[in-house]
């Protein structure tokens, strides 16, 4: 396998974010695999391994703090990508 990036990458956190969630779809798509499911624990466990590496602990060790991390991460996503609230349809005579 071989990753190429071309053009500008991405100055701010929400357009690389969006660059990693094409790059984790693409690999789905390619694997016949369906991106809700397979990106999310693909993502989740690249995330974990990387911060195993970069800690220098074991897993066992970094329980909490992955943790942590999720929880950043869903306030973040929350923060980049709010969804549009559902109007109600009621009294609209729809």
Do not use: W
């Not at 790059?23 to 390619?30: E, N, P, R, V």
Request: glycine share 10%; with cysteine.
């Amino acid at each position: 396998m071989q990753i190429e990036i071309k053009g500008k990458l991405p100055g701010d956190p929400q357009g690389r974010v969006l660059a990693i969630e094409a790059a984790a779809k693409a690999i789905c798509q390619q694997a016949g695999t369906d991106p809700a499911d397979a990106a999310v624990m693909m993502l989740l466990t690249a995330a974990a391994h990387l911060f195993t590496v970069y800690s220098g602990k074991p897993s066992s060790e970094n329980i909490m703090g992955l943790a942590r991390s999720l929880g950043c991460a869903t306030v973040a996503a929350d923060e980049f990508f709010r969804l549009k609230a559902a109007t109600s349809m009621e009294g609209s005579g729809e």
